[in-house]
């Protein structure tokens, strides 16, 4: 069992930069990839981004490619996402996942289905 807890959301303008965290705690953290969806008032859960369990490798979805960055510390069991330039239309609850999946390619930490563990979630409000 993997417990996840995310930290870190808020309100913030348009333009402006937030840094989501979340901690891990129960397993190795180093044994799961993690990944950060959100789900947007009304909408589906939507992929955000995910990292390799090493660190090594990063997938993003278009919409906050070269925006958002993911990153991990295995030394303190906590994946991060800096976000950048937000958008009133990332304005969502963010969640965190965990999967001990190892899979070829990037494309399967897109799927939410393929993780196990979730957290509760952090809103960020983006306002205009």
């Known amino acids: 069992q993997v417990q996840l807890v995310e930290s870190g959301g808020g309100l913030v303008q348009a333009g402006g930069s937030l840094r989501v965290s979340c901690a891990a705690s129960?397993?190795?953290?180093?044994?799961?990839?993690m990944g950060w969806f959100r789900q947007a008032p009304g909408k589906e859960r939507e992929f955000v981004a995910a990292i390799s369990w090493s660190g090594s490798s990063t997938i993003y979805a278009d919409s906050v490619k070269g925006r958002f960055t993911i990153s991990r510390d295995n030394a303190k069991n906590t994946v991060y996402l800096q976000m950048n330039s937000l958008k009133p239309e990332d304005t969502a609850v963010y969640y965190c996942?965990?999967?001990?999946?190892?899979?070829?390619?990037?494309?399967?930490?897109?799927?939410?289905?393929?993780?196990?563990?979730w957290g509760q979630g952090t809103r960020v409000t983006v306002s205009s």
């Open positions: 129960g397993r190795t953290f180093s044994n799961y990839a």
């Open positions: 996942a965990a999967t001990p999946s190892r899979k070829n390619g990037l494309e399967w930490m897109q799927v939410r289905y393929e993780y196990d563990y």
